[in-house]
C-alpha cells in the first residue's frame, strides 16, 4: 500500500521547484539584459535616445528570453519535477508564446477588454488616490527626478509625448510579460491558480513599496496606498489573464493607464495643479468609465461573481491533496513569503 503524501510537503514541494525555476529565469533575464551592455549600444547617445532604447531592448529582451529559459529549466528540472508536481505539464514556452495570440475572431473582444481594465480599474483607482492625496503628484515629482532614464519628463511636450508612448508600452510589455506571463501563468502549473495570483500580486505589489528605498522620504501611509493599489490590481489582470488565456488586454490597459499617469505628471511639473489635471483629464475618462460600466454591465457583473467566487476557493482546503485547516493556514503564509522571497531576489540581481 503506498503510504499518501503529506498535504505540507506537498505544499513545500510545489513552492520549493517553482522558486527554483524562478531563479533560473530571473538569473537568465540578468544575462539577457547584459547583451546590450557588451555590444555597446548606448555609447555616443543622449540621455533621452539612451532612455528610449533601454526600455525597448529591455521588453524585447524580456519577452525573447522567458521562452528560451523555459527550456533551459525544463532540462534542469525535469528528472524529479513531473513525477512530484506536474502530472500534465504542457510545454511552457507553447503556452507562454500563446497568451501573445490575437485572432480576427477575438481582436475586438481583447480590444474590448483592454479598455474595461483600463476604464474600470486603473483610472478609477489612481482618480481615488489622486483625489484623497492630492500630495501623490508632489512625491511623484520627487521619486521621478528626470536621470539617463526618464529625462523625457522634462522635454517639449511633442518629444515628451513620442517618448512616453514608447516607454510606457515597452514598460508595459516587459511587466505584464514577467508578473503576469511567468509568475502568474507558469505558477499556475506549479501551484493552484489561485495562490498563482495571490504570489504574482503580492509581489507587483511590493514592487510598488520598493519606492522606499529610493532614497526618497514618503509617508508610509503613501507606500501602504500604492502597494494595495497594486496588489488588488494584480489580482484583477491575473485572474483575467488565467482565466482569458490573453495577455494583451492587460499590456494595453497597463500601457495607457501608464501613458495618462505620466501625463498627469508631466502637467504637473509644468505648474498644473490636481484641480486642472481633474476637470480637464480625469472627469471626462470617469465619464466614459460610466458609460462602459452600463454598456457593459451583465458582462461585468459576470466577471466580479466568478472573480469573488474563485478567489474564496484560495482559503478553502484542497481536497486534491487532503489539506487541514492548519495547512491551509501554512499555504497562504507560504504564498506571501514567496512573493516577498521574489521581490528580494529581484532587487538584488536586477
Known amino acids: 500500500m503506498v503510504k499518501p503524501k503529506s498535504p505540507i510537503k506537498t505544499i513545500f514541494r510545489q513552492r520549493i521547484y517553482f522558486l527554483s525555476e524562478i531563479l533560473i529565469v530571473l538569473l537568465g533575464i540578468v544575462l539577457f539584459l ?51 508536481i506536474l502530472s500534465g505539464d504542457i510545454s511552457p514556452t507553447k503556452n507562454f508564446i500563446n497568451l501573445f495570440k490575437i485572432s480576427k475572431t477575438n481582436f475586438k473582444y481583447q480590444i474590448l477588454f483592454g479598455l474595461l481594465l483600463l476604464f474600470l480599474v486603473f483610472i478609477p483607482f489612481d482618480f481615488l488616490t489622486y483625489f484623497f492625496f492630492p500630495e501623490t503628484f508632489e512625491f511623484y515629482r520627487k521619486l521621478l527626478t528626470p536621470n539617463v532614464y526618464n529625462s523625457y519628463l522634462l522635454q517639449p511636450y511633442s518629444f515628451f ?87 494583451f488586454p492587460a499590456i494595453f490597459a497597463h500601457a495607457v493607464n501608464n501613458i495618462i499617469t505620466t501625463h498627469s505628471i508631466w502637467n504637473y511639473l509644468q505648474g498644473n495643479d490636481f484641480t486642472f489635471l481633474t476637470f480637464y483629464l480625469y472627469i471626462p475618462l470617469l465619464l466614459i468609465s460610466l458609460g462602459l460600466f452600463f454598456w457593459q454591465f451583465s458582462r461585468i457583473k459576470e466577471s466580479i461573481i466568478s472573480g469573488l467566487k474563485e478567489l474564496l476557493t484560495y482559503f478553502k482546503r484542497d481536497k486534491d491533496i487532503k489539506e487541514e485547516p492548519l495547512d491551509v493556514v501554512i499555504r497562504i503564509m507560504l504564498d506571501f513569503l514567496l512573493g516577498l522571497i521574489i521581490f528580494a531576489i529581484g532587487i538584488i540581481i536586477l
Open 34 to 84: 547584459l547583451i546590450p551592455l557588451s555590444l555597446n549600444l548606448f555609447i555616443g547617445l543622449n540621455n533621452l535616445a539612451k532612455g528610449l532604447l533601454y526600455y525597448l531592448i529591455k521588453a524585447l529582451l524580456l519577452v525573447l528570453a522567458i521562452p528560451i529559459l523555459f527550456y533551459v529549466s525544463n532540462f534542469a528540472l525535469e528528472s524529479r519535477r513531473k513525477t512530484i
Open 161 to 247: 509625448l513620442a517618448s512616453v508612448i514608447i516607454i510606457q508600452i515597452s514598460v508595459a510589455i516587459y511587466e505584464e510579460s514577467f508578473v503576469r506571463g511567468f509568475l502568474s501563468n507558469r505558477g499556475s502549473d506549479y501551484v493552484p491558480k489561485t495562490s498563482a495570483v495571490i504570489i504574482s500580486s503580492f509581489y507587483w505589489g511590493l514592487g510598488h513599496f520598493a519606492y522606499i528605498l529610493s532614497g526618497v522620504e514618503v509617508p508610509l501611509s503613501f507606500l501602504f496606498l500604492w502597494f494595495l493599489q497594486a496588489f488588488i490590481i494584480g489580482i484583477i489582470l491575473a485572474l483575467f489573464t488565467l482565466r482569458k488565456r490573453w495577455i
